[in-house]
């Protein structure tokens, strides 16, 4: 392959990067639902699905796209917080299988609501007329919207670690994912806890999906694979660990975009490899604790 | 409360499951609209009883058990198409390397546990997707493994065509009655009994001195094995074998049969396949939001009837006989 | 958990399952015998066509469409008579694009329905499920799908028909118009799967003839949704030409995406199937200046008088819509059996086949005919390039760049297929 040039090369990593900055924000909503309440919530995918109809909605009902990516993601998150109150909580207790499947079936449901309310065809979406068109970064064009992204993302797990290692509800989340007894014995309303945290992960799946939705086809069956590479990248990071989150979308990102550079036909294959390689011998992944999961 | 004839009857049936089972599938395809979804209940409850095995019985939540079922289906399905083999024989075919895979699988997803055992098979699973995906001239890739075809052949005296939808299902119904037996006597043995310790309280197990990691191995393939025979009869039935026989969506259909109609009894994951395909029969047909309505269904069910359709009725029945506590549903206390 | 220990079952529950056996073995005889097929064939009952279909799923709307144009085929019949009184009904079912629901789909329609004939399927995989089932029973099966594989000798049999164009074709008639028009230097990002696979093929071929030369054919996993990893060397390559060899939300996908990389500024993107669902569900903007080839668009009015006849029906009947291209073919499907049909005086499989093998027709868009040996409908391949100015609706997405006519010479040879003489 002669034409692998250091310039192709570095523009290879920087679309890998903007990759993971997607998978990284997908991840941290995962792993956070996961390290608080051990839900492994399997409607990931289509919470996001449904940030991506809902942000086109908006944004074509208030004209701005910043206003979509405010209401967007509260609304979902008030989505995910009815489905924990009504849906997920009964089930706290019964093992880790339970709140998975529950979540599974929710998933249905979700993806049946879209299509019911928006149609089978899906959304046309666009890219934000400001953030159009491509850059030319000196190692070949690249689009705008996606540099927008990778700052998107970093602002969005910078407020997250802020609010996480900063604020009095971050300790109780710290606190509670390693002894939600004590945590309760101390006074605090852990259901409450619970609650705005569940809501918060949907909250960030619906965020992805808005900043996603200007560069792919939006349609009802868009979360699914989504869900298969959010696992793979919490796995890899470890799940309940925000650090971890961040760092495996990074690394899938990047892994998938050379893999895609050099052997394009396995690319979808080299994740899943990763995957396996990591839970086979370092199954709390890079950042997890060990032992967090039976 | 009710009669003791009633308890009588059901002691009996229960102490005769098998047959009584085989009695009930012998008469199925009377209450079924057509015939070939009668066959896809048998197959799916086969393949629902053999993930059983692992999940309801030993606790060990698999999502990557379609690689079972697929792996059955096309060795079997190769075996006739390009190898030309006679129908027996491909199926042994099928069931050998499911088991075979089961062993590998297993062999490397045991070392893991809970929510990463779960992880691990789904990704070991996907793995073996993408092989069978990518070898097109062997399994077709993308458009499936045509042609599996089996011309009518005699047995006993009695012409069997498999084209015919009742021969179909009487055939493939001695297949599924075989494991049926085979998984009666496994649970009741004292194998049946170890797994069990195992879904309880592993620790506790190796504690006894059992060797835990010897027999989920054994389970593991022993399930790989009846799901693969599952695989290799919906070949013979489909005359098709479709790629996404391997996804882990279809892992997720065992899952889901299994809990419908109940985890931890011998007979509740067929039950389980039976409502979940009959159900998905009737409501495609009445409406194209039958992804919904399952859904519903399923949350309803995980919500309410946690011992599923099958398992709910045995524990009432068993309560109001003995008045004991009821069978060790699957109820493991979370870690958090 | 049950604790079963086995006892001999009583003699009354021994009995009564014997008496069970035989009453399924009458019923078995009953139901294989010839008699069984006479009761239910007789005179004056309806003739129903399976019509398989993905209604759920990633290509609904098409499939919604396919359903449309076809209960307007059954209806005409119907209305000028039917075949000797005898009325046409349609069964549609879901086959969620999936394979092996396609499979117990067909099972079902054969078996319980007792289907005349089957006219269906979207994906190339469903397709090929269907007709393993069918022509192991002998009920004819007329593909409005694409794939290549159906027309090959092992996957065929003499109730094979194929009405929708296969890749090759297409991407032939595309390659025969672009590479002369645009350059000669090619990328193709193809989705690896065995219809990427024969589009590839079939825009190689017909560029061989015309000098192209393929620098890079990229693969990627059927479904993607992110192309981003593949557009840096698509981009450092600089082709003349880049064919997306994908179809349906991937195309929407990778086209939106290539037109983020800026990459039409040096390079002219072009598709061998442009659907009109994906047209519009992508946007003017991802799709501006993008060539494609289709089975049928119904801007063809204008010069295609039979065209005009067949959207004027379609928007009597259905609001003004017009019909899609894969609704046209849900149309034809249906109506070329029925007319073969009438041509035989007889629903019998032999007889249908053999009448529609020799069937000459122009149903919507100009004279076709089944080739002898696959059964492929030899008809034009029509050129469109997205309209992004100028629109007079929502429905004139495109302009027809050319058509090209119907020729045996665009398929594989027979002999190439498999199939002897």
């Known amino acids: 392959m002669g034409e692998l040039t250091p310039q192709l090369l570095a523009l290879q990593l920087v679309t890998g990067v903007a990759l993971g900055a997607i998978y990284a924000l997908l991840a941290v909503g995962l792993s956070l639902i996961f390290g608080m309440l051990t839900v492994v919530n399997f409607a990931h995918g289509a919470f996001f699905m449904v940030g991506a109809f809902l942000g086109i909605y908006f944004q074509t009902l208030t004209g701005s796209f910043l206003l979509s990516l405010v209401i967007t993601p509260a609304v979902v998150g008030a989505v995910g917080m009815l489905a924990e109150r009504f849906l997920v909580r009964p089930l706290y207790g019964r093992g880790i299988d339970y709140p998975l499947l529950l979540t599974?079936?929710?998933?249905?449901?979700?993806?049946?609501?879209?299509?019911?309310?928006?149609?089978?065809?899906?959304?046309?979406?666009?890219t934000p007329a400001a953030l159009r068109g491509s850059v030319d970064l000196g190692i070949g064009r690249f689009p705008l919207y996606r540099l927008a992204l990778i700052g998107a993302t970093a602002v969005v797990v910078l407020g997250l670690w802020l609010l996480i290692?900063?604020?009095?509800?971050?300790?109780?989340?710290?606190?509670?994912?390693?002894?939600?007894?004590?945590?309760?014995?101390?006074?605090?309303?852990?259901?409450?806890?619970?609650?705005?945290?569940?809501?918060?992960?949907?909250?960030?799946?619906?965020?992805?999906?808005?900043?996603?939705?200007?560069?792919?086809?939006?349609?009802?069956?868009?979360?699914?694979?989504?869900?298969?590479?959010?696992?793979?990248?919490?796995?890899?990071?470890?799940?309940?660990?925000?650090?971890?989150?961040?760092?495996?979308?990074?690394?899938?990102?990047?892994?998938?975009?050379?893999?895609?550079?050099?052997?394009?036909?396995?690319?979808?294959?080299?994740?899943?490899?990763?995957?396996?390689?990591?839970?086979?011998?370092r199954p709390q992944g890079l950042f997890g604790k060990a032992g967090l999961m039976a | 409360m009710k009669a003791t004839g009633v308890h009588a009857l059901m002691d009996l049936v229960a102490r005769h499951r098998v047959v009584a089972v085989l009695a009930f599938l012998l008469v199925f395809p009377l209450l079924m609209p057509y015939e070939a979804l009668a066959v896809n209940i048998l197959i799916f409850g086969l393949y629902a009883v053999g993930f059983n095995l692992l999940f309801g019985y030993t606790g060990m939540l698999s999502f990557g058990h379609a690689a079972f079922l697929g792996v059955g289906s096309y060795l079997t399905g190769m075996s006739i198409v390009h190898a030309h083999l006679h129908w027996l024989l491909a199926i042994a075919v099928?069931?050998?390397?499911?088991?075979l895979v089961g062993l590998l699988i297993g062999h490397l997803a045991i070392r893991t546990r809970g929510i990463y055992f779960s992880m691990v098979t789904l990704a070991l699973g996907q793995i073996v997707y993408f092989a069978f995906y990518k070898a097109e001239s062997w399994t077709g890739g993308e458009n499936g493994l045509r042609g599996v075809t089996v011309a009518p052949f005699e047995v006993l005296g009695l012409r069997v065509d498999l084209t015919n939808p009742i021969a179909k299902y009487y055939f493939?119904?001695?297949?599924?009655?075989?494991?049926?037996?085979?998984?009666?006597?496994?649970?009741?043995?004292?194998?049946?009994?170890?797994?069990?310790?195992?879904?309880?309280?592993?620790?506790?197990?190796?504690?006894?001195?059992?060797?835990?990691?010897?027999?989920?191995?054994?389970?593991?393939?022993?399930?790989?094995?009846?799901?693969?025979?599952?695989g290799s009869l919906r070949a013979l039935h489909l005359s098709v074998v479709p790629i996404d026989s391997l996804h882990y969506l279809q892992s997720g259909q065992a899952v889901m049969m299994c809990l419908l109609g109940g985890m931890g009894t011998f007979f509740g994951p067929f039950v389980g396949a039976a409502i979940f395909l009959y159900l998905e029969d009737v409501v495609t047909s009445l409406t194209r939001h039958w992804m919904a309505v399952v859904g519903a269904i399923f949350i309803l069910f995980i919500l309410f009837f946690p011992r599923g359709v099958w398992g709910s009725l045995m524990a009432r029945w068993q309560r109001s006989a003995t008045r004991e506590p009821s069978s060790p549903a699957v109820e493991q206390s979370g870690p958090a | 958990m049950s604790n079963a220990i086995e006892k001999s079952a009583p003699a009354s529950t021994v009995t009564s399952r014997r008496r069970l056996l035989q009453a399924a073995a009458a019923g078995t005889a009953l139901a294989s015998s010839p008699f069984a097929i006479n009761i239910v064939r007789a005179q004056g009952a309806p003739i129903k066509i399976g019509f398989p279909t993905p209604l759920t799923g990633a290509f609904s709307a098409e499939a919604q469409d396919q359903v449309r144009a076809a209960e307007l085929a059954v209806k005409e019949f119907n209305d000028a008579g039917g075949f000797n009184g005898r009325r046409v009904e349609l069964l549609v079912r879901d086959d969620k694009l999936n394979p092996g629901e396609a499979a117990s789909r067909t099972l079902e329609l054969i078996e319980k329905d007792k289907v005349d004939f089957i006219v269906g399927s979207l994906s190339a995989a469903t397709q090929l499920s269907i007709n393993a089932v069918t022509r192991e029973r002998k009920v004819i099966f007329n593909s409005i799908s694409?794939?290549?594989?159906?027309?090959?000798?092992?996957?065929?049999?003499?109730?094979?028909?194929?009405?929708?164009?296969?890749?090759?074709?297409?991407?032939?008639?595309?390659?025969?118009?672009a590479f002369p028009k645009f350059g000669k230097k090619v990328v193709y990002l193809t989705a690896d799967y065995a219809y990427g696979h024969e589009m590839v093929r079939g825009f190689e071929r017909a560029g061989k003839a015309l000098g192209a030369?393929?620098?890079?054919?990229?693969?990627?996993?059927?479904?993607?949704?992110?192309?981003?990893?593949?557009?840096?060397?698509?981009?450092?390559?600089?082709?003349?030409?880049?064919?997306?060899?994908?179809?349906?939300?991937?195309?929407?996908?990778?086209?939106?995406?290539?037109?983020?990389?800026g990459l039409k500024e040096s390079t002219r993107l072009v598709t061998p199937v442009l659907?009109?669902?994906?047209?519009?569900?992508?946007?003017?903007?991802?799709?501006?200046?993008?060539?494609?080839?289709?089975?049928?668009?119904?801007?063809?009015?204008?010069?295609?008088?039979?065209?005009?006849?067949?959207?004027?029906?379609?928007?009597?009947?259905?609001?003004?819509?017009?019909?899609?291209?894969?609704?046209?073919?849900?149309?034809?499907?249906?109506?070329?059996?029925?007319?073969?049909?009438?041509?035989?005086?007889?629903?019998?499989?032999?007889?249908?086949?053999?009448?529609?093998?020799?069937?000459?027709?122009?149903?919507?868009?100009?004279?076709?005919?089944?080739?002898?040996?696959?059964?492929?409908?030899?008809?034009?391949?029509?050129?469109?390039?997205?309209?992004?100015?100028?629109?007079?609706?929502?429905?004139d997405v495109f302009t027809v760049a050319s058509i090209e006519a119907p020729s045996e010479s665009n398929l594989r040879s027979c002999t190439e297929l498999g199939h002897k003489g």
Not at chain 3, 151 to 160: F, G, H, L, R, V
Not at chain 3, 164 to 174: C, I, K, Q, S, Y
Not at chain 3, 221 to 245: E, M, N
């Open chain 1, 104 to 126: 599974f079936g929710l998933s249905y449901i979700l993806i049946e609501s879209m299509r019911v309310v928006f149609g089978i065809e899906g959304l046309p979406s666009a």
């Open chain 1, 165 to 281: 290692e900063k604020t009095r509800f971050g300790l109780i989340i710290r606190a509670g994912s390693r002894d939600p007894e004590i945590v309760r014995v101390l006074g605090v309303d852990v259901a409450k806890v619970w609650l705005l945290v569940f809501g918060l992960g949907t909250a960030i799946a619906g965020l992805s999906g808005v900043l996603a939705a200007p560069t792919r086809a939006v349609n009802p069956e868009m979360g699914i694979t989504v869900l298969a590479e959010s696992f793979v990248v919490t796995v890899v990071g470890g799940m309940g660990s925000l650090m971890g989150a961040v760092v495996a979308g990074l690394l899938v990102g990047v892994v998938f975009s050379m893999t895609s550079l050099l052997a394009p036909e396995f690319a979808e294959l080299s994740i899943f490899v990763l995957m396996a390689i990591v839970l086979l011998v």
């Open chain 2, 94 to 99: 099928g069931v050998a390397a499911a088991a």
């Open chain 2, 172 to 230: 493939i119904l001695g297949f599924v009655a075989l494991a049926l037996g085979l998984v009666s006597r496994i649970l009741a043995s004292p194998f049946g009994a170890v797994i069990e310790a195992i879904r309880e309280n592993e620790k506790r197990a190796l504690a006894c001195g059992y060797d835990v990691a010897r027999s989920k191995i054994l389970v593991f393939v022993l399930s790989a094995t009846i799901c693969g025979l599952a």
């Open chain 3, 146 to 177: 694409q794939s290549d594989a159906i027309n090959e000798a092992k996957d065929w049999s003499p109730y094979t028909f194929h009405e929708a164009l296969n890749p090759h074709m297409t991407a032939g008639a595309v390659a025969r118009y």
């Open chain 3, 213 to 261: 030369t393929t620098l890079a054919d990229i693969r990627h996993p059927l479904g993607a949704a992110d192309y981003s990893s593949f557009l840096p060397r698509i981009q450092a390559l600089k082709p003349d030409v880049l064919v997306l060899c994908n179809f349906g939300r991937d195309l929407v996908n990778s086209a939106k995406q290539a037109t983020d990389f």
């Open chain 3, 275 to 395: 659907l009109f669902t994906s047209r519009v569900a992508g946007g003017s903007d991802a799709f501006e200046g993008v060539v494609g080839g289709t089975s049928y668009y119904w801007g063809m009015e204008d010069s295609i008088p039979a065209a005009k006849v067949f959207n004027d029906k379609f928007r009597r009947a259905y609001g003004g819509a017009v019909p899609s291209d894969y609704g046209a073919l849900g149309y034809a499907g249906v109506r070329s059996v029925l007319q073969a049909v009438l041509n035989a005086k007889s629903t019998d499989s032999d007889k249908v086949s053999d009448a529609m093998g020799r069937l000459e027709y122009n149903w919507y868009k100009g004279n076709q005919f089944y080739r002898k040996c696959d059964h492929q409908s030899v008809q034009s391949v029509i050129i469109v390039e997205s309209k992004s100015k100028g629109m007079k609706d929502k429905n």
